[in-house]
């Protein structure tokens, strides 16, 4: 156990809605990373937060956008939804942000999205 | 751009046998380079990482990497597999603030 929690671990919803997804960082990390990992696309980095602030971007779409609170628990908000949208997505957190030191990522269990 | 190449979808290997899996990587600058393993249903749980220092480095599960500069590789090796070892295993490069993966490669260690 990371130490990491994702809620929920299944969502199942249908094209056009609009999702929230929830990530609980390990206790004393300060920052969160989302990614998303799907069959044909593999892994890839979505977006990056610390203490709040977003730090980096990766391949995020304009449809979806995160946050993280002043408790560190971030969100991964999905709108207009599509059926690629349909992957798992991890969240990970670190102590402090990886620029400069590549600190080691502690991933949650992920949140499998089946979007019909 | 940056890039991380898993050349082998799977690798199978008799358990007992030693394990190779491959990454090589293509980054500007020095990267930090990291394995990670994925169970069935589960999370990637962090392996080892090369930040500076000794080529070799040694990991959790008996697990060790190899970083080759001048071929930019970074082999995920193990002396003698487990059938526990089974799993999906991802190279993961750090680089201007971003974690790139590669296309993960499948490790089958059959009995």
């Known amino acids: 156990d990371s130490g990491v929690t994702q809620t929920p671990k299944h969502l199942i919803t249908a094209t056009g809605q609009r999702v929230t997804l929830r990530c609980s960082p390990r206790?004393?990390?300060?920052?969160v990373y989302w990614y998303q990992q799907s069959l044909d696309q593999g892994l890839q980095f979505l977006i990056q937060y610390y203490n709040g602030e977003e730090r980096a971007k990766g391949n995020i779409l304009e449809r979806f956008s995160a946050q993280q609170f002043p408790d560190l628990h971030s969100e991964l908000n999905l709108s207009s939804l599509e059926l690629g949208d349909s992957a798992l997505y991890f969240c990970?957190?670190?102590?402090?942000?990886?620029?400069?030191?590549?600190?080691?990522?502690?991933f949650g269990p992920g949140t499998r999205l089946l979007v019909l | 751009a940056q890039s991380v190449a898993q050349p082998e979808d799977q690798v199978n290997v008799a358990e007992g046998n030693p394990l190779t899996v491959k990454c090589t990587y293509s980054v500007s600058g020095n990267p930090y380079l990291f394995w990670y393993v994925q169970y069935p249903n589960r999370g990637l749980q962090f392996l080892l990482k090369y930040i500076t220092g000794d080529n070799l480095v040694k990991g959790s599960y008996g697990f060790e990497a190899e970083f080759n500069k001048s071929q930019t590789s970074f082999h995920l090796k193990k002396p003698s597999a487990l059938v526990s070892d089974s799993a999906l295993y991802f190279c993961?490069?750090?680089?201007?603030?971003?974690?790139?993966f590669g296309s993960g490669t499948k490790l089958n260690v059959k009995p």
């Open positions: 206790s004393g990390d300060l920052s």
């Open positions: 993961a490069v750090y680089n201007f603030n971003k974690f790139y």
């Open positions: 990970a957190s670190s102590v402090i942000p990886s620029e400069g030191r590549g600190e080691t990522q502690y």
